[in-house]
């Protein structure tokens, strides 16, 4: 069996995922408080719970990297620089272009699986917000386990639709 193919597909997978997270960890290392991505999303957050008549806030902490999603001037849920998708998208992006196809297609499908992505993170954000308020006990599992779960397997898909629609299993010559 050739084992070239899959060899440099790690390889490049690998290579990206190290430049592209390093890039982000300098990005992250930027800031003593909350980055204007996180701040970003939470914002959205709120005004997606804001749109089923949500009394929810954003409050900014002077110190703090965390970013709370406030309800009546309680404090439900903290977003956290990892909860702003950007790790999960750096995965899916190094997958989409060590996997290879072409460059019009990449683009195109990179763009709508990111906003696939940070969508369904607004989403999951808004669904834990409100597993704080009513099931605090549960907040944990949903969102260690459950959600993150979800979020890769739509990842998983939109790979499998990159695989079968637009990319090439490449050799070394390609």
Not at 37 to 50: D, G
């Amino acid at each position: 069996m050739n084992y070239k193919p899959a060899i440099y597909f790690l390889l490049r997978y690998l290579a990206l995922y190290l430049v592209l997270n390093t890039l982000y960890a300098f990005y992250i290392d930027h800031y003593e408080e909350e980055d204007p991505l996180t701040l970003a999303i939470t914002r959205q957050t709120a005004a997606f719970l804001r749109m089923f008549d949500e009394p929810v806030s954003v409050v900014q902490v002077t110190g703090s990297i965390n970013v709370p999603l406030v309800r009546n001037g309680v404090t439900v849920i903290e977003v956290y620089e990892g909860c702003n998708s950007v790790n999960v998208i750096i995965v899916y992006l190094c997958f989409l272009i060590a996997f290879r196809g072409a460059w019009k297609a990449l683009l195109k499908f990179a763009f709508a699986g990111i906003a696939v992505i940070y969508i369904m993170n607004v989403l999951r954000l808004a669904a834990l917000y409100g597993i704080a308020f009513y099931y605090p006990q549960q907040l944990y599992f949903f969102h260690k386990f459950f959600f993150t779960g979800i979020l890769y397997a739509v990842v998983f898909v939109l790979w499998y639709f990159w695989i079968k629609n637009f990319g090439r299993w490449n050799t070394v010559n390609a």
